[in-house]
Structure formats: C-alpha cells, structure tokens
C-alpha cells in the first residue's frame, strides 16, 4: 500500500504564491507516477497535471504557466507550485498516485487552498 499526505494549504490573496507538498510512504516502489487534482466546493475533481517517476510533466491548459509540479524521489515527495493564484483556484488539492500492476490508485486526505480577492 502507498499513504499519501499533503501539507502546506492556506489562505493567500489574489496573485500570491503557495507550494504544496505530498509525502509518499508505504510501497512506494509501485508508484509510476504521481498527479494532483483540485476539487472546488459543488464542482467535480479535476486533474491539475501530472509527473512521471522519469520527470515528466503535464499540465490541465487552464494550470499552464503558473502551476509547476516537481518531485523529490530520494523524498519520495511531490510538489505543487502555484503562482498568480486566483479566487477561482480556491478548491481542496489532493495528491494522486498511479500504482503498478494493476492496484488501485493512492488518494491523500486534501488539503485546503483558499484565495481571497
């Protein structure tokens, strides 16, 4: 089993900048890659972009240029870099991590991001 946890949300204004972080525990060798998703109150998940264990990355086109996702592998941990935030990012981010051979995908709790205008 792989545990995630998410750290580092908060309360920032409008065109601030916040990092999030997801620490990987467990079978962490059965990661193959690693994503973030944001979920906003009485809206569906939606995928913030993605990293591959090799450093890929990519990215939903509304995150291009100011989200940036890195990761850590001697840490086993991911991060999200958000730049120029905006109200409309205010959501709960989750940290998601895509499992091989076939087992179901590792879902941290969220943690909550929250812009004011």
């Known amino acids: 089993q792989v545990q995630l946890v998410e750290s580092g949300g908060g309360l920032v204004q409008a065109g601030g900048s916040l990092r999030l972080s997801c620490a990987a525990s467990?079978?962490?060798?059965?990661?193959?890659?690693m994503s973030w998703y944001r979920q906003a109150p009485g809206k569906q998940r939606e995928l913030v972009g993605t990293i591959t264990n090799g450093g890929r990355t990519n990215y939903a086109d509304s995150m291009k240029g100011r989200f940036t996702i890195s990761r850590d592998n001697p840490k086993s941990t991911m991060y999200l870099q958000m730049n120029s935030l905006k109200p409309e990012d205010t959501a709960v981010y989750y940290c998601n991590a895509d499992l091989l051979f076939g087992r179901t995908d590792a879902w941290g709790q969220g943690t909550q991001v929250t812009v004011s205008s």
């Open positions: 467990g079978s962490i060798f059965t990661i193959k890659a």
